[in-house]
Nanobody
Framework: QVQLVESGGGLVQSGGSLRLSCAAS????????MRWYRQAPGKQRELVAA???????SYDDSVKSRFTISRDNAKNMVFLQMNALKLEDTAVYYC??????????WGQGTQVTVSS
């Protein structure tokens, strides 16, 4: 069982930055993908960014060039640096660990609110 705890959310003005952290209860080295999702009110949860153990990275088009995902395998942590935040980035952000097959774990989420 993998427990994930997100932190770093909050209220920020449009154009500002936040850094989300996700701490895992087990080594993330063996987990195929660590991912960040978000869910805005009234919308479906969507994949924002993903990173493989080898460092391969992918982003949703809406956050490319603004968000950066990274992982520290030694500390069992994953990060999401969010720059140039927009109103539409407001959502609950979730950390996800996926073994590449059928097992997926979720954190409790952290709220990010971008104000004008």
């Amino acid at each position: 069982q993998v427990q994930l705890v997100e932190s770093g959310g909050g209220l920020v003005q449009s154009g500002g930055s936040l850094r989300l952290s996700c701490a895992a209860s087990v080594s993330i080295f063996s987990i195929n993908y660590m991912r960040w999702y978000r869910q805005a009110p009234g919308k479906q949860r969507e994949l924002v960014a993903a990173i493989s153990p080898g460092g391969s990275i992918s982003y949703d088009d809406s956050v490319k060039s603004r968000f950066t995902i990274s992982r520290d395998n030694a500390k069992n942590m994953v990060f999401l640096q969010m720059n140039a935040l927009k109103l539409e980035d407001t959502a609950v952000y979730y950390c996800n660990a996926w073994d590449g097959r059928s097992t997926s774990y979720w954190g409790q989420g952290t709220q990010v609110t971008v104000s004008s």
